[in-house]
């Protein structure tokens, strides 16, 4: 009989939803009772707004529990492992009966996290026993010529995951044909997008399977030492990738001499980064490596001829390596057959804001955007109504209702304004004012700015000056104008990707939004309600009650009424803190 | 001037309230290494919390590195703090996901609460406020972040409580 398999989700989101002290009870009370069990960590299963999650695969087959406390898990230790008797009430997954969701997993095809939420990320006999390292043997065993890996990347066509979109195998080939004494291979995991964590994911459910897609970049580009750029803010994702790498190295994965192999010498060591968005630029995160300000610089020369310490040098994202393993081994095809004509295989997205089912999806090319975030995502939270989907981040766009029947695809995402990406899809409801995301976003990419280009440095502090204003009720009449004259000026004189993209969320809202930046500026109104300097606190007679709690906490004292009499603000000395709506207790503020 | 001037504050590393052989290890690992700057700086981080005026002079001296170039290297990273810090640092994250859940709110209430401002300490160094852009827990949005916990799914009030609980925790 096979020993039951208990799994903990132990990813950063699962600890901050407590996963740890979950972890730390089973592991108690298996001490405590002896009980013969399996009981381990892992990495991200993906259903970040059930966390905590606990998986027990015993004999009958798997069960996945969500939102497991430490009381709950008692219950499911008591129960179900003790005695064999499945706590159906918590069960969220499970491959014997099905549950209200299914649907999220309905439609997700693994390959990129083909191992997150199955093995335990620090120990790699588990990555092995899961077709781990086998790709990169095959190729040094069955001496498979490095054209011939780099053909095989090319075939399945995968494109670069971290947004650009450019074909991995063509980056390859260029980097392959410059010779040089000394190569760089580099992994991009400075996922600096606000709203984006797949790359974290992966990293920390996975990071077996980037190491091993650096090896076979590696030996198909002749480059003997490897750098890991991981943003800082990521001190677990930085924990396991050492991990990693030290078992690696230990079992001759890493090293000289490869596997037997005389003269494959191939090393890589995790490069912290120091918080800068910028440094996602591949020529800003090189000069970040050799210890400068992380500032872009002029191509050409491309990387590929003289990038990290002036020799040849390939860069490619933690999603792009986590696939290179599977289409070695399984062959281009198995990943081509998924996706559109020019965007094969699959993506992850991180899916957050205003939406059920919040957490990392990994889909097939070409399903639409609505399919994601209604069959997958559960639909809007509170039953609110869908507005936009802000894809790419700060270099991306929002996508509004009417075109969610987009498929993801780059060259159709990119027709809509927005980009792929590296795959945050914020969903955003009726309540978010599209103006202010747009303000959002350039007050990120002012401060992100490095400062090199003009048009960059003071174009987006224009803009956000603008934009801060029309939020702010102070719009005038040609504001939209200029912000439109000021995105193209800065998108067409920046150096890097950052200035070019960064007008993208404020020309995009312009695009689909034009009314709520107009019904501000003309109107002094805030659609959405959300913009606080543009609403209107009024009482509504027919709920207050007289409690006066709201005129003893409004800080400009603008409400008049006696105890048990219905209340009254004076709009003339209303600054719209908001404090009001926010302490009366019956609902009786009304904002308009 | 300006050589008189960097004298000067030589003669006050004498006096220096840090200990500045904290670091001689640091320097000894990377003083030939190439590319060691960022390193050398996030390792001084860690030992004072801040970089301390003192340790630019010790490290420009010791490793040859040039002190314009530090301190270019220090200003442009948002990771190294010219100024020593409270004992626990609140970071709000205020990423697009929390933006869009309203992480403003928790950032109010919780300068409300400490009577600070984004990036200032408290009188008694106990608290840094600052706002980060991605902690990565979107799913989990609004977030904040005290050492090395997370706490999800935050409101106003929620955050207001475990700021003040770690501050009774520390007047004991």
Redesign the interface.
């Known amino acids: 009989m096979k020993k039951t398999k208990v799994l903990v989700g132990l990813a950063s989101c699962g600890i901050a939803a407590g996963a740890n002290k979950v972890y730390n009870k089973l592991k108690a009370l298996q001490e405590a009772d002896k009980l013969d069990i399996d009981l381990k960590i892992t990495g991200c299963i993906g259903m970040c707004y059930r966390e905590p999650l606990v998986e027990v695969i015993d004999e009958t087959g798997s069960y996945l529990y969500g939102e497991i406390d430490e009381e709950k898990a008692v219950e499911i230790f008591d129960k179900h492992l003790k005695q064999g008797e499945i706590v159906k009430d918590y069960v969220v997954k499970s491959d014997l009966f099905e549950s209200k969701d299914d649907s999220f997993w309905d439609g997700q095809v693994k390959i990129a996290l083909r191992n997150c939420g199955v093995i335990d990320p620090e120990n790699i006999v588990e990555y092995e026993e899961h077709d781990g390292y086998i790709a990169i043997k095959k190729i040094l065993e069955g001496k498979i010529s490095q054209e011939q890996v780099i053909k095989t990347v090319l075939d399945s066509g995968i494109r670069g995951r971290g947004g650009g979109g450019f074909p991995t195998g063509m980056k390859w080939r260029f980097a392959y044909n410059n010779k040089a004494d000394t190569k760089y291979i580099i992994c991009n995991a400075d996922e600096g997008d606000p709203g984006a964590f797949m790359d974290r994911s992966l990293l920390e459910g996975d990071p077996h399977a980037v190491i091993e897609g650096l090896i076979i970049g590696s030996y198909a580009i002749d480059a003997s030492e490897g750098v890991i750029y991981c943003r800082a803010e990521y001190p677990l994702a930085i924990k396991r990738l050492n991990i990693a790498i030290d078992q690696a190295r230990e079992k001759g994965y890493l090293g000289k001499n490869i596997m037997g192999v005389k003269g494959f010498n191939f090393d890589l060591y995790v490069k912290e980064g120091a918080g800068a968005f910028v440094c996602g630029e591949e020529t800003a995160l090189m000069a970040s490596i050799e210890g400068e300000r992380g500032m872009p610089r002029k191509r050409p020369p491309f990387p590929a001829e003289a990038g990290l310490w002036g020799k040849p040098s390939n860069i490619n994202n933690v999603e792009t390596f986590a696939n290179i393993p599977y289409i070695l081994l399984n062959g281009a095809e198995s990943f081509s057959k998924y996706g559109t004509e020019k965007s094969k295989g699959t993506k992850v997205f991180a899916l957050t804001g205003k939406i059920n089912h919040g957490g990392s999806v990994e889909v097939p090319m070409g399903i639409t955007i609505r399919d994601i975030i209604f069959k997958l995502g559960g639909g809007i939270t509170d039953g609110k109504k869908f507005k936009a989907v802000q894809l790419g981040g700060p270099s991306g766009g929002c996508i509004p209702e009417y075109l969610a029947d987009t498929i993801v695809d780059y060259d159709s995402v990119n027709a809509t304004g927005a980009i792929m990406g590296s795959g945050g899809m914020v969903v955003m409801d009726e309540t978010t004012c599209m103006v202010d995301i747009a303000r959002f976003f350039l007050d990120f990419t002012c401060k992100e700015s490095c400062g090199k280009c003009t048009f960059c440095r003071v174009g987006t502090k224009r803009m956000l000056e603008i934009l801060t204003r029309i939020t702010q009720g102070e719009g005038q009449e040609g504001d939209i104008e200029k912000l439109e004259e000021l995105a193209y000026q800065i998108k067409d004189n920046s150096l890097c990707g950052l200035g070019q993209t960064a007008p993208n969320p404020v020309l995009t809202t312009i695009k689909y939004f034009r009314h709520e930046y107009e019904a501000h500026i003309k109107d002094k109104k805030c659609p959405a309600l959300n913009c606080k300097k543009l609403l209107t606190y009024t009482v509504n007679p027919d709920t207050c009650t007289g409690c006066t709690v709201c005129a003893k906490n409004c800080p400009t004292d603008a409400i008049d009424g006696a105890r048990k009499e219905i209340h009254f603000i004076r709009q003339d000395a209303c600054i719209q803190c908001g404090m009001c709506f926010s302490k009366c207790k019956f609902d009786a503020i009304i904002l308009s | 001037m300006r050589v008189k001037r960097i004298l000067q504050e030589k003669e006050a590393v004498i006096q220096s309230s840090v200990d500045l052989t904290l670091i001689d290890p640091l320097i000894e690992k990377y003083k030939n290494k190439?590319?060691?700057?960022?390193?050398i700086?996030?390792g001084t981080q860690d030992v004072y919390g801040y970089l301390p005026k003192e340790t630019f002079i010790k490290i420009s001296e010791q490793t040859g590195l040039k002190l314009s170039?530090m301190y270019?290297?220090a200003t442009?990273?948002?990771?190294?703090r010219l100024n020593p810090v409270g004992r626990y640092i609140v970071k709000v994250c205020?990423?697009?996901?929390c933006?869009?859940?309203n992480a403003t709110a928790i950032s109010e209430a919780v300068e409300d609460a400490l009577g600070i401002k984004d990036g200032e300490t408290t009188e008694d160094r106990l608290f840094t406020l600052e706002s980060?852009?991605?902690?990565?827990?979107?799913?989990?949005?609004p977030?904040m972040m005290i050492g090395?916990e997370?706490?999800?799914k935050l409101t106003g009030n929620k955050a207001v409580k475990i700021v003040k609980e770690i501050k009774i925790k520390e007047s004991n």
């Open positions: 190439k590319g060691n700057l960022i390193p700086l996030q170039e270019g290297v442009f990273y948002t990771q190294f205020h990423g697009t996901a933006h869009v859940q980060v852009a991605c902690l990565g827990c979107c799913s989990l949005a977030v090395d997370t706490y999800a």
